[in-house]
């Protein structure tokens, strides 16, 4: 576990991590469920030219979900593509006060599409907005997935921004370009 991690899970409640555990075990699940309907779909097509009429429509708004409600365990395991050139150059305070900055940008930008996700799913709901396939989707519950996920990211945002505070505060070490 990397250094953010383990500062992230030292201020993270037992509920928390469980929420991300939760959420992460969910993502496996539907990226299990989705190679098993894409394979469904593509024997249907190929040997009996019956294609499915909801395969493809599902696994688009669970990709969705694969992209954005596992976001905030990806972003507290650091398991994303960091562009690391400069700031490894940079003094370790100096990197940990950018880190900070950008934890804090983070959470704005998180807590807006909170926010305009939660009102457009608001609206989906309200007005029994479907998708225009046979398969009918209401669009409720893909839209409820980016309030959802913007959600777990934004608070793992603040959490490493108070962490990465604390040990600016501190001066401690916060190295984690190991």
Known sequence: MTPVAECSTALT???WRGVNRLVL??????????????FYDALMRHFFAM??????EINQFLLV?????????IQRNQAHIRIEFFANRLPVQVRTAMEVLIALVGVV????????????????G?????????FGTPLV??????????????MQFLLEAI?????LIRGERHDDAD
């Open 13 to 15: 409640p037992r509920l």
């Open 25 to 38: 075990h969910g993502g496996q699940l539907v990226l299990a469920f989705m190679a098993l309907t894409i």
């Open 51 to 56: 294609p499915t009429s909801w395969s493809l």
């Open 65 to 73: 979900y694969l992209g954005l409600a596992t976001a905030g365990e």
């Open 109 to 124: 930008f998180c807590v807006v599409m909170t926010w305009r996700g939660g009102v457009i799913a608001w609206q989906a």
């Open 126 to 134: 309200e007005y029994g907005e479907r998708v225009s396939s046979a």
């Open 141 to 154: 519950f893909p839209y409820a997935i980016i309030p959802l996920g913007f959600s777990l990211l934004g």
């Open 163 to 167: 962490s990465r505070s604390t040990a």
